[in-house]
């Protein structure tokens, strides 16, 4: 018995370590989304046409995590979405 009551501590242990990694990954890829959305849109007033794929590239990196989420509850695997933490 006491196997398995180290097994559930080390797992939750775990999950939280992950939680908190996918926070910081969703942190620094807010932040690359949006200077890529900003790149963009200083490409486009600069007259260059391919500024439009920067700002939806930017969009799809700041909005990962949402989509991501949203993916998962379509399919019906919100069960195996994490929540992250800073």
């Not at 600069?46 to 379509?74: E, H, R, S, T, Y």
């Amino acid at each position: 018995m006491p196997v398995i009551a180290q097994v559930g501590g080390t797992t939750d242990q775990l999950k939280e370590g992950f939680n908190l990694a996918l926070g910081i990954m969703f942190m620094f890829g807010f932040i690359w989304g949006v200077i890529k959305i900003w790149s963009g849109a200083n490409a486009i007033s600069k007259g260059d046409p391919d500024g439009k794929a920067g700002i939806v590239a930017g969009i799809i990196i700041a909005g990962a995590a949402a989509i991501m989420g949203a993916l998962f509850a379509i399919f019906g695997l919100s069960g195996a979405t994490l929540t992250p933490t800073f």
